[in-house]
Nanobody, 119 residues
Framework: QVQFVESGGGLVQPGGSLRLSCAAS????????MSWYRQAPGKERELVAR????????NYADPVKGRFTISRDNAKNTVYLQMTSLKPEDTGVYYC????????????WGQGTQVTVSS
């Protein structure tokens, strides 16, 4: 079965950094583009970034451009999100997903990891 385990979240001050990890299993990881999305209370989910199968093509949402970096290690079935210059509006639960599943609002999801940016 398709499974994801997100980790690395926490409480950080504005301007700080966090590195999120997503360990995937149950499918041929290297055959799928991956993504990170986030959701804050009372708000719709928001795509943060996506990365192609090999990492050669990457896209970011405007609010995180220049601050976040998505990467993947296909040998480890893991996708990462390096977050720098964090802002309070980055607060939310962060999830990873296969990009096709994000677009279709389908597929499996993990527990997510909480990111809180506050003084």
């Amino acid at each position: 079965q398709v499974q994801f385990v997100e980790s690395g979240g926490g409480l950080v001050q504005p301007g700080g950094s966090l590195r999120l990890s997503c360990a995937a299993s149950g499918f041929p990881f290297s055959n799928y583009a991956m993504s990170w999305y986030r959701q804050a209370p009372g708000k719709e989910r928001e795509l943060v970034a996506r990365i192609s199968t090999t990492g050669g093509d990457i896209n970011y949402a405007d609010p995180v451009k220049g601050r976040f970096t998505i990467s993947r290690d296909n040998a480890k079935n893991t996708v990462y999100l390096q977050m720098t210059s964090l802002k309070p509006e980055d607060t939310g639960v962060y999830y990873c997903a296969r990009f096709v599943d994000y677009l279709a609002r389908a597929g499996s999801w993990g527990q997510g990891t909480q990111v809180t940016v506050s003084s």
